[in-house]
């Protein structure tokens, strides 16, 4: 069997036990078994990060979810944390995991994770647009007048937000709130961490024609060393905005390999959905899940420059 987004998260995996399931991924950690026993000794305090297919818009976790999703983001990460490797160190030790979550799970280092989202972002669109649109700055950085949805920033800018609860919107701070949370220095390095990081993905986007508007990374200390970790996953069509860079046209919002077919339906009339509304959205028609499905894989094909083997 394989999890998708219609299986319980808590299904049975060898060695390991349920902890946490957040909107897309569940979280596993070795149980008292003594394959859990082994796991420990072989990799000492992990987790196992499984991403399921559900696929989330406005704060709603959708149905049905969208297939092959999760190995798309997690082959995706992977492929992502070699290529970024030399920079910062991954929290990935392992992807011998069992055969139900194959493809779709990594065994990665438990971190203390900082309570910051670090966005960085090369272009202006999304929230960042409508701080510009309400006050010229983002995240108190002043920008040039005149700048349109999907205009190319002067230089890549540092908009970190705080983690929101499941089903609350995550909210964009100035650096300074990031430096009275996790002080002076981190704030600093993961400024400087989240800034490299975009640079050299930017970089290798734009050679495979794809633009990366923005991106959204997680850190954590390793409680070993010290070091300053990358966790989650990392430049996936779910945490970042990538575009098609031959349809790049600033003005209004650009085509995007994502899931903006699930939300240019939600809100569509065709929906019958009142985003205001206490009322949970309703299913999604089978061709607004193919046409995501086939985004993501095409994203997937663009970055990596081969097909996913799903």
């Avoid at 196992?48 to 559900?54: G, I, P, T």
């Avoid at 799970?105 to 960085?120: D, H, K, S, T, Y």
């Avoid at 290798?204 to 024609?209: D, I, P, Q, S, T």
């Avoid at 206490?278 to 970055?303: G, I, K, M, N, S």
């Amino acid at each position: 069997m394989t999890l998708d987004a219609t299986d319980a998260p808590t299904a049975t995996l060898p060695g390991w036990a349920h902890t946490y399931s957040g909107k897309v991924r569940d979280l596993y950690t070795p149980d008292a078994s003594a394959q859990g026993d082994a796991i420990r000794e072989a990799h000492g305090d992990v987790v196992l990060v499984v991403a399921s297919d559900r696929v989330s818009a406005y704060d709603h976790v959708l149905s049905p979810g969208i297939p092959d999703k999760g190995v798309v983001l997690t082959q995706l990460s992977l492929w992502w944390f070699e290529q970024l490797a030399d920079l910062v160190p991954s929290h990935v030790v392992s992807t011998d995991v069992p055969a139900a979550v194959a493809g779709r799970a990594m065994i990665c280092r438990r971190l203390q994770m900082f309570p910051v989202e670090c966005v960085a972002r090369g272009y202006l669109t999304g929230s960042g647009l409508a701080e510009y649109r309400a006050s010229g700055q983002v995240t108190g950085i002043a920008l040039p007048p005149g700048l349109v949805d999907g205009s190319r920033l002067p230089e890549p800018i540092f908009t970190p937000a705080t983690k929101a609860e499941l089903g609350e919107h995550d909210e964009n701070v100035p650096f300074e709130v990031v430096a009275q949370t996790v002080g002076g220095q981190a704030a600093v390095t993961l400024r400087d961490l989240t800034l490299a990081v975009y640079a050299r993905a930017e970089a290798v986007a734009r050679e495979r024609g794809v633009i990366l508007a923005d991106t959204k990374l997680e850190f954590g200390t390793d409680p070993g060393s010290g070091a300053v970790v990358l966790g989650d996953e990392v430049l996936t069509p779910d945490s970042s905005r990538f575009w098609p860079a031959d349809a790049w046209q600033p003005g209004h919002p650009q085509p995007s390999f994502d899931k903006q077919y699930v939300r240019d339906w939600l809100t569509s009339a065709a929906s019958g959905w009142e985003r205001a509304s206490d009322v949970p959205p309703p299913p999604l028609p089978a061709d607004v899940v193919e046409r995501t499905r086939a985004r993501y894989l095409e994203a997937y094909e663009r970055l990596t420059g081969v097909p996913l083997s799903v």
